[in-house]
């Protein structure tokens, strides 16, 4: 089982990008999702999470108010919409899903794609 990221690309300072991963031989319903990026020289941080109950939803204080969580069940996929993305934000984007009870560190993880936000 593991998870399939797309959606990464090269966009202009104020664009928008959606991130979507897909669940292969798990379904995400039953898991909290989340997504993580790293930058070069940078330790990975949390962007945005989502918990199993959908009753939960954290976004890193950079990213409030610009990026959005969310899933589709009936296609097994989580989205993160990027919108006035700045050149801070590039990175590559990872998104994880973890069992209820567990941590990121026990998570599955999808294999990431590149965000660059550059003129």
């Avoid at 009753?55 to 990026?67: E, L, N």
Wanted: net charge negative.
């Amino acid at each position: 089982a593991h998870l399939v990221e797309s959606g990464g690309g090269l966009v202009q300072p104020g664009g928008s990008l959606r991130l979507s991963c897909t669940g292969d031989g798990l379904t995400l319903a039953e898991y909290s999702v989340g997504w993580f990026r790293q930058a070069p020289g940078k330790e990975r941080e949390g962007v945005s999470c989502n918990s199993v109950s959908g009753g939960f939803t954290y976004y890193a204080d950079s990213v409030k108010g610009r990026f959005t969580i969310s899933r589709d069940t009936t296609k097994n996929t989580v989205y993160l919409q990027m919108n006035n993305l700045e050149p801070e934000d590039t990175a590559v984007y990872y998104c994880a899903a973890a069992e209820a009870g567990h941590g990121w560190e026990d998570a599955s993880w999808g294999q990431g794609t590149q965000v660059t936000v550059s003129s």
